[in-house]
């Protein structure tokens, strides 16, 4: 039996305040759209309970911190190197869209809220805006913490990718973790701290139904690894499908 799905489970102090500036929301409102369009975020009354599901974020930085990041070499991932949760938390918030939004094909200003501050290990998040943050928001914060070179943050739901996740050699959370859970947080944590993700920045999550995260540098490398992945998942299906005789595979496949 799945956990219901969209229940926040940190301890959240929720201010209520205007809407963040739209001219900061440009690349999240793009991605969002997309991944809505493929139903990678949306909401479906046949699953999870008729809930919505996904969510998206980016870091927001003081100018400081902000430039140091713009000026970092590019890199592979397996050369990033993580810092202290600590040190993540008082330089920067982010922004994610609200809880259950998943049903809304083009989101607004008022349907994100920013995370002001997010600790993982006492599950606690503050935030502010028109809107709660997403119960994935513990999560998100998480996977902030592993390098200030991350700035933006997907999860999605992709039984595609979830049914498939051993064969493409995806890190998997343990089964026994729910999602937005100090639990979870950990789980990233040593998923990261193992090297498991230092080839690609996507992993499963094992004990939340098809649930899957995708992290970057920017918002467009977090929505290309996740389309990478997403694309594999969907050609192995086909040869599945394929080999069993539901379809007939084109010569141009």
Known sequence: MHEKEGVIKYRLDFTSAGA???SALTALQQWRLTLYQLGLIGQDPERYGGLGYGNISQAVSSTSTRQSIDDLPERSWSEVDSISADAVQTARGFIISGTQTGELSELTPEHYALVKLCDPIENHIIAQGPIKPSSEALTHGAIYALSPEIQAVIHVHSPEIW????????????????????????????????????????LAMGGHEDGIISFGRNMAEA?????????????????DDAEAGKVELSHGF
């Open 163 to 202: 049914s498939l996740r051993d064969r493409l050699l995806m890190p998997v959370t343990p089964m026994d973790i729910p999602y937005g859970t100090p639990g979870m947080a950990q789980a990233v944590q040593q998923l990261w701290q193992s090297g498991q993700l230092k080839s690609a920045p996507v």
């Open 223 to 239: 929505g290309m690894a996740m389309l990478n992945v997403f694309q594999w998942a969907r050609a192995l299906q086909l040869a």
């Open 20 to 22: 963040v500036d739209e």
